[in-house]
């Protein structure tokens, strides 16, 4: 087959673990960006960079922090990028930067990010801003390609749900009682979901923790491993707290032969697709399901030409337990198939979470994998809020034969049946879905419930009522009555 010059291949990838700490992200960023390279095999590959993509990062705030990778690595860029917060972004930048190789506006595209949270958080603990770099109102604000991912609805803000490790349990719980599991069963398939990944993230060379854990270490509290948000305990909570930097180098099919960048070095993505289910998460149909993921994913799959049983390898965006069981269940993917695990890198607990980053390092270990096993195939998900923005990526060492291709499938997504939100709700409803947020002790210190409303709609709310909090964390409360009052406080009706 005759390749097109303009075809986008991915060229390399590269990751960063900083143990020792104290570097900034755009640091991390230029070192990932020089182990790119190396793995790419050009050493004139980085100067040829004409476009700096950043997903965007919280431990540091830069104008333009394309500008400082790009002088650091010794690239000249006409052209710099930086996104908004949310996981899907990685993915949402190869797509762009795909369809701009593709169509001639750009010839060599870096992405990357970077976050120094541990450093961060250390030296704010101690009353110490780092010594990095800042950039004065005299450089101009990179260009925002990712919007921000909302997260902060009328309905969330006034049950104070505002944070993903309070939500994504309320996801856990939906799960279980949509399965009919008690408790007990549904923590039992959630530890070996999450051990399986632990196991993958052990013989991962780029892994923040490289150890295997047993299920039942996983979802049994101890001092290392607190309550956070039950039913989930710290080893099933995301990983912040990393110094980790990963980049990735996209060119056109003409410079990577003009830069001798060898054949068995090249990935090629097939096709990308990216849409998004409602912003306030009480107007979604299910907590448990996610229209965006089935219809994205189907519609990756059927633009690069595939099937399910046609993928090698599989990465799912794995924040929380409930993502992982959502997107498997949306996209028709096995969660215990052992000889295709659904992470190539052990996922955001043990790989290590770096906020908004984490698919550029999945990325990555992808395109190496697909390296290791030419001609198969590999899908990669990506996901922003609360299983809020989703993007898709399907990659493979031969190049697709109608080009890359992509899809935006929001039209598609927004003929699905939503539910009714009541954000100012008082009266009586039934508790759909809970979780009970522990402080750092071990102790309830607040719940939050997703309720159902005598029309059908739902409403959010909240409590710090002790006997309400004890029976929560020890009683199936799905399905029973509650009081819900307008400033969205929550009490069980009377019996």
Not at 80 to 99: F, I, K, M, R
Not at 468 to 494: C, K, W, Y
Request: glycine share 10%; with cysteine; aromatic share 6%.
């Amino acid at each position: 087959m005759s390749l097109d010059p303009r075809t986008p291949v991915l060229v390399g990838g590269g990751q960063i673990n900083d143990r020792s700490g104290g570097r900034e992200p755009v640091e991390l960023i230029a070192d990932a960006a020089r182990a790119a390279a190396d793995e790419a095999g050009s050493a004139a590959l980085l100067g040829s960079v004409d476009s700096v993509r950043l997903v965007g990062m919280l431990s540091w705030r830069y104008r333009d922090p394309g500008a400082l990778v790009g002088a650091l690595v010794g690239a000249t860029p006409r052209h710099t990028g930086y996104t908004g917060s949310g996981g899907s972004t990685p993915q949402v930048l190869v797509n762009g930067a795909c369809e701009d190789i593709a169509a001639g506006r750009a010839e060599v595209v870096l992405i990357g990010g970077a976050e120094s949270w541990r450093s961060r958080m250390k030296l704010r603990a101690e009353g110490i801003r780092p010594d990095w770099t800042i950039q004065d109102e005299s450089v101009a604000k990179a260009q925002m390609l990712v919007d921000e991912v909302p997260m902060r609805s009328v309905t969330e803000k006034r049950a104070l749900l505002d944070r993903p490790a309070y939500v994504y349990p309320l996801f856990e719980q939906a799960l279980r009682v949509s399965a009919g599991r008690s408790t007990d069963e549904h923590r039992e398939v959630i530890g070996a979901l999450w051990s399986g990944f632990s196991k993958v993230a052990s013989t991962n060379p780029h892994a923040w923790t490289r150890r295997e854990y047993t299920a039942s270490e996983i979802v049994t509290p101890s001092r290392d491993n607190r309550w956070i948000s039950w039913p989930y305990t710290k080893l099933l909570n995301s990983n912040n707290m990393v110094e980790q930097g990963a980049a990735l180098l996209l060119c056109s099919v003409e410079v990577a032969t003009r830069l001798c960048i060898p054949r068995q070095n090249w990935v090629f993505p097939q096709a990308g697709t990216e849409a998004h289910d409602t912003y306030d998460i009480a107007e979604r149909a299910a907590l448990d399901r996610s229209p965006a993921i089935r219809v994205a994913g189907a519609r990756a799959l059927e633009l690069s030409g595939i099937g399910l049983d046609d993928l090698a390898h599989v990465d799912v965006y794995s924040c929380f337990p409930s993502a992982v069981q959502v997107a498997a269940a949306e996209l028709g993917l096995p969660l215990d198939d052992p000889g295709r695990r659904l992470t190539v890198t052990g996922g955001l607990t043990f790989a290590g979470g770096p906020w908004n980053n984490y698919s550029t390092h999945a990325i990555a270990t992808l395109a190496t994998r697909l390296r290791e096993s030419p001609g198969s195939y590999g899908l990669l998900t990506a996901n922003g809020g609360y299983l809020t923005k989703h993007a898709f990526g399907v990659y493979r060492t031969e190049p697709p034969s109608e080009g890359f291709r992509r899809e935006n499938v929001q039209p598609l997504v927004d003929r699905e049946s939503t539910r009714v939100a009541h954000p100012e709700f008082d009266g009586a409803a039934t508790v759909e879905s809970w979780t009970v947020a522990h402080d750092r002790l071990g102790v309830p210190e607040r719940a939050f419930v997703a309720a159902r409303t005598p029309d059908g709609g739902r409403t959010l709310a909240t409590t710090v009522e002790p006997e309400a909090l004890a029976r929560l964390v020890e009683v199936d409360v799905a399905s029973e009555p509650i009081a819900v009052t307008t400033n969205g406080e929550f009490r069980f009706a009377r019996r």
